[in-house]
């Protein structure tokens, strides 16, 4: 037994050096691995697809056209 008269309380071990270190370098070696990854990985072997992209809806008009005046948009004051 020990000398203290905590019991079994000053048995318990409290640090938690283990666990940080391993939880430190487990991120270090995901990060890592990520970067060498991220580095090293082909761009050209990228998924391509043929597709158009066409706007749902009624897109007449607006800033770009050239036909929106400023004095008619919905928020306008005047």
Same mark, same amino acid.
């Given at each position: 037994m +020990? @000398?203290? $008269?905590?019991g079994?309380?000053?048995d318990?071990k409290?640090?938690i *050096?283990?666990i +940080?270190? +391993?939880?430190?370098?487990? $991120?270090?070696?995901? =990060?890592l691995g990520? /970067?060498?990854w991220?580095?090293?990985?082909p =761009?050209?072997?990228?998924a391509v697809? !043929?597709?158009?992209v066409a706007a749902?809806? @009624?897109n007449?008009?607006g800033p770009?056209? /050239?036909?929106?005046? *400023? +004095?008619e948009? !919905?928020?306008?004051?005047?």
């Amino acid at each position: 037994m +020990t @000398k203290n $008269s905590d019991g079994w309380a000053s048995d318990v071990k409290t640090g938690i *050096r283990l666990i +940080t270190v +391993t939880g430190v370098a487990l $991120s270090a070696i995901f =990060l890592l691995g990520f /970067g060498a990854w991220a580095a090293l990985a082909p =761009l050209a072997s990228a998924a391509v697809a !043929p597709g158009v992209v066409a706007a749902a809806g @009624k897109n007449q008009g607006g800033p770009a056209s /050239g036909r929106w005046d *400023r +004095t008619e948009h !919905p928020r306008a004051r005047g």
